[in-house]
């Protein structure tokens, strides 16, 4: 059994809860909605092209996108995962947590000595 399994167990929390949470805290809303139309108008306006996104304070909107159940097989069985799902699945259990009462955790301490996922590097280019 995992260290990500172990505190699941410990804590009492159900696997499909930590699902339907993470597509809650991870739904774009209002705010993250008018965000994307912003920085979509940005991009269309011919005199804002060359300015960054943070100059005209357009904030980054959420993913749009929780943790998959894949993904969560993923976790409980201790196989590397991406930075950004170790994240959504950090905020999904300090969101259960936060309801019981509990401190929040932090990755290290949910995933243990479990490796990040990185993506392939980038091949140099012959100059």
Known sequence: MGSFQQFLTDKN??????LRLSRQLESYG???????KKRSARRR???AQGKSYESLSIGKPKSGRGVSAQQLQAALGDLPLTASVRGKLVRAVNAVLGKQGGSPVDAPALF????V???ATAKKSAS
């Open 13 to 18: 929390i159900p696997s499909e809860k930590l």
């Open 30 to 36: 209002s705010e993250g909605r008018t965000l994307l």
């Open 45 to 47: 306006d011919k005199d």
């Open 112 to 115: 243990g000595a479990s490796p």
């Open 117 to 119: 996922r990185r993506g």
